[in-house]
């Protein structure tokens, strides 16, 4: 199969005009032997090019340029197939936007396409490199924070270890931190269900009648403001927890059972995240929104949980604004080397921006990650590269430190 690829890359400060030729050279020559066309922009910081070819040796190819130590910051900016080549003998050709007027390059490009392609307007791969060779790029692109930087040390001072829960207890709870690393501090816990043993919580629902189910997810949560209790309070930290949305729909005294449960253990509501988990359709939103009213009427903070996965999405954010959204970990795995991911993250940090809404990643798992996200404006992050859930306690964070200042 056809397959093509743009991405985008920085080059190093140190690239000379040497470097360039020899860059277009080894590229024409290895490319001419593999059967990959295509052309390489540069406008002098940065590289934006465009490969085609069979897709094994395109990705062959693309993994030998990303190693390249000519350039870093190398993100992938369209992955798709084509019936056809657009590009006729270009084995690898260089363009310099910055030495060129645009409508040169726009020509140049035009007259490489190979004889009988006519291009559609709509066609991306061609739309994005002209975008590149007018500069248009730079306003819905942006590099992130230098991830070298950084270091991560953990702090041992936030871990706490509650005695263990009654025997008889159906659930425990791990309890994972919400960091705001440009203050230093947790922001919150997240009360994380786990099963009577303290394993998959996948037992606790099993052989249990939908009107059951939803009962159970309620009352469950009473378990995690026990574990509050039992550690002494969480100091200034908020305590978030999981709720299916149709459990405020099916459960008639659900509020009343929340609030009256949180008073119980020594909590505030004001203390209290609730987290919306979208796993299921929600019906009756009428009845819904009457239960999150209330509860925001007492103080109760509420977050859409995995923002970008399941029916988690637009339609349910359109129909109510949440204090926090969490986006899924799935749009922030490998957001730095991810365009299509970094234009969505973009776009939901402008729309929150607008409407007041506080942004969470979750699941970031590397300093990459977490440099671009902070960089893009993000204050809240959860993740293993600050810490796992600790069942019944509170771990120790990991907190990014520069790295001039451990030395
Ligand atoms: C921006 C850029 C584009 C490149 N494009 C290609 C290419 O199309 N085909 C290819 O075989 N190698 C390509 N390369 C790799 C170079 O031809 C060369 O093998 C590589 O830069 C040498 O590795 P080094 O820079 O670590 O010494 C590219 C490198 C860079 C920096």
């Avoid at 340029?65 to 080549?85: F, I, Q």
């Avoid at 004001?270 to 009845?287: G, K, Q």
């Avoid at 509170?394 to 990014?400: D, K």
Wanted: charged fraction near 25%.
């Amino acid at each position: 199969m056809l397959s093509n690829l743009v991405y985008r890359s920085r080059a190093r400060v140190d690239l000379t005009h040497d470097d360039l030729v020899h860059i277009e050279r080894s590229a024409r020559e290895r490319n001419e032997d593999l059967g990959v066309t295509g052309v390489l922009l540069f406008d002098g910081s940065y590289f934006c090019q465009f490969l085609e070819g069979p897709e094994a040796v395109v990705r062959d190819v693309y993994a030998l340029v990303r190693n390249s130590r000519l350039h870093h910051r190398v993100v992938t900016l369209l992955e798709d197939y084509a019936p056809r080549r657009r590009f006729a003998d270009w084995g690898m050709r260089l363009l310099n936007v910055r030495a060129s007027p645009q409508e040169q390059i726009v020509s140049a490009l035009h007259g490489a396409l190979k004889p009988g392609v006519d291009l559609p307007r709509d066609d991306r791969a061609f739309r994005l490199i002209r975008a590149f060779a007018a500069g248009r790029w730079r306003d819905h692109a942006m590099d992130g924070d230098d991830p070298a930087r950084w270091t991560f040390r953990a702090d041992p001072a936030s871990v706490i270890h509650a005695p263990p829960p009654l025997a008889s207890d159906t659930c425990q709870f791990a309890l994972q931190p919400i960091v705001d690393t440009t203050a230093g501090r947790i922001s919150s816990l997240e009360a994380l269900m786990r099963g009577p043993t303290g394993g998959s919580p996948q037992s606790c629902f099993e052989a249990l009648s939908p009107e059951q189910y939803h009962r159970f997810d309620l009352e469950a949560k009473c378990h995690a403001f026990e574990l509050v209790a039992r550690m002494g309070g969480i100091g200034k930290s908020k305590l978030s927890i999981n709720l299916l949305p149709m459990s405020l729909v099916r459960v008639p005294d659900a509020v009343d059972y929340l609030l009256d449960q949180i008073a119980r253990h020594g909590l505030t509501p004001e203390r209290v995240i609730l987290e919306i988990t979208e796993e299921e359709a929600i019906s009756h939103f009428d009845l819904f929104q009457t239960a999150l009213k209330r509860l925001r009427a007492h103080g109760v903070s509420l977050a859409i949980d995995d923002f970008g996965a399941g029916f988690a999405g637009l339609s349910l954010l359109s129909r109510f604004q949440p204090d926090k959204l969490k986006i899924d970990r799935q749009i922030v795995q490998g957001i730095h080397a991810d365009g299509p991911r970094q234009a969505i993250v973009r776009a939901i940090i402008s729309c929150c921006s607008a409407l007041g809404i506080t942004i969470v990643a979750e699941g970031v798992e590397t300093p990459e990650e977490w440099s671009w996200l902070q960089a893009a404006g993000i204050d809240l992050f959860q993740g293993f590269l600050f810490a796992r859930p600790m069942l019944n306690g509170i771990p120790a964070v990991n907190w990014p430190v520069p790295v001039a200042e451990t030395h």
